[in-house]
């Protein structure tokens, strides 16, 4: 059943001089409830533009997006973000930081600390609830976005290179506990990556962008069991096609 629904999206930006720029051309995907979808492209090509319209932080300039057959016109609780450069705020503690978007929604300090406590268990971060960011390290902060994005409950978990910014090997095991989050929590996720690897180890399907304006060059339903070996021929062989498939997008 489709969640996310995404026709024929436009999104330019005005130049001072010369023509619009155009970012996304006639970008249409169907995202079914519980699914993971990953989308890879050249550097330029829209990825992110594409995830901060479905989020309702763009404005689209044609084309529309629906999510759970509601037009979406703004930023909602039924989508959370959860972005490369964490975004916690420094002087908030963990709970503090995860409680944020409840705050807003004006609940009760107790119902507040039952679903933060429910957030913080699930992404490994017991023990550290009154903990600033600046004594985490990179993956313990990104557990935090990730809890903060999942307290609203949203239907979507938005994720815009959410691993970037970490060394390989944290990389790595956060890769493992999205998909363990991801796998309890049976949330959609919409998953934006540079990385070919990390895309195959994680996605259901794999959308590959042509270089600017993106628009979908192909898609790839990844059948592998979980959990994924990257040493496998057939993992490796996704990882050369999609690889191919990147090198020849930016050459054109």
Excluded at 56 to 82: A, C, Q, W, Y
Excluded at 168 to 191: D, G, H, S, Y
Excluded at 202 to 207: G, N
């Amino acid at each position: 059943m489709s969640i996310l629904s995404i026709s024929n999206l436009v999104k330019t930006f005005p130049r001072e001089k010369g023509d619009d720029l155009v970012a996304v051309e006639n970008f249409t995907l169907e995202v079914n409830k519980g699914e993971f979808i990953c989308i890879l492209g050249p550097s330029g090509c829209g990825k992110t533009t594409i995830l901060r319209t479905i989020a309702g932080l763009e404005n689209l300039t044609s084309g529309e997006i629906k999510v759970d057959n509601r037009v979406v016109t703004e930023p909602g609780s039924d989508r959370g973000m959860v972005f490369q450069e964490f975004a916690l705020f420094p002087w908030r503690t963990v709970r503090r930081n995860i409680e944020f978007g409840l705050e807003i929604q004006k609940l009760s300090s107790e119902k507040r600390r039952e679903i933060s406590q429910t957030y913080i268990d699930l992404v490994g971060l017991r023990g550290f609830e009154d903990a600033h960011p600046y004594e985490l390290s990179g993956g313990m902060r990104q557990r935090v976005g990730i809890a903060r994005a999942l307290a609203n409950e949203p239907a979507i978990l938005l994720m815009d290179e959410p691993f970037g910014a970490l060394d390989a090997q944290t990389r790595n095991q956060m890769q493992n506990e999205l998909l363990r989050i991801w796998q309890e929590t049976k949330k959609t996720i919409v998953f934006i990556t540079h990385s070919v690897d990390e895309a195959v180890f994680l996605a259901d399907r794999i959308v590959v962008l042509t270089s600017r304006p993106g628009t979908i060059k192909s898609i790839h339903n990844i059948t592998l069991p979980r959990p994924r070996s990257r040493a496998s021929p057939v993992f490796i062989e996704l990882r050369k096609t999609i690889l191919d498939e990147l090198d020849a997008a930016r050459s054109t």
